[in-house]
């Protein structure tokens, strides 16, 4: 085993960290790249402990707004029964009520392309999530997956640092 010199970190006056390496010469150092993978640079320390929601848009912007009331009624109904069960139940109830939500449109609607169906289902998919969404930092994996398929940025990228934070797992097999 190699003796590696330590790295100190020093918080700037930004909210940045930056890494402090000691210089002696009798510890072999180890660049930054072979001791990141990478490049090491400042941290954004918003980025590192930031809230995983903390982008949601204004409630103008949220697409469950700019639906018509009848509908925004059956979302709130299926919202409140899903909000009371697990997030790994919520996401094929979720699926289910997004391919419902772009058949009634299409029952409207003369003509409707595959993509405007997909694109609808991803619409009623998003509106739900956005009622079910307290703004709390994503808790499990079921959570993370069910955010990673939301029309919004702010919800996949939630979900991205969740599974970005997680420790790597190990297969088993069975």
Excluded at 47 to 52: I, L, R, T
Excluded at 78 to 102: D, G, I
Excluded at 129 to 156: C, F, K, N, P, W
Aim: proline letters at 5%.
């Amino acid at each position: 085993m190699r003796d590696i010199d330590p790295i100190h970190f020093q918080p700037s006056n930004d909210g940045a960290i930056a890494l402090d390496v000691a210089q002696a010469r009798h510890v072999p150092m180890l660049s930054t790249v072979s001791l990141c993978g990478r490049a090491a640079g400042p941290i954004q320390l918003d980025v590192v402990f930031g809230v995983a929601n903390e982008n949601v848009p204004t409630a103008e912007a949220l697409l469950f707004h700019q639906l018509p009331k009848a509908i925004r009624g059956a979302i709130d109904e299926w919202a409140v029964h899903l909000s009371a069960r697990p997030w790994r139940f919520r996401r094929e109830a979720m699926t289910h009520f997004a391919r419902v939500f772009a058949d009634q449109f299409r029952q409207h609607m003369e003509e409707m392309t595959d993509e405007e169906f997909e694109s609808l289902k991803e619409v009623g998919y998003t509106c739900l999530l956005e009622r079910m969404d307290d703004g709390a930092r994503i808790g499990d994996l079921h959570q993370a997956r069910i955010y990673l398929d939301s029309v919004h940025d702010h919800h996949r990228e939630a979900a991205r640092r969740f599974l970005n934070s997680q420790a790597p797992r190990a297969l088993h097999h069975a």
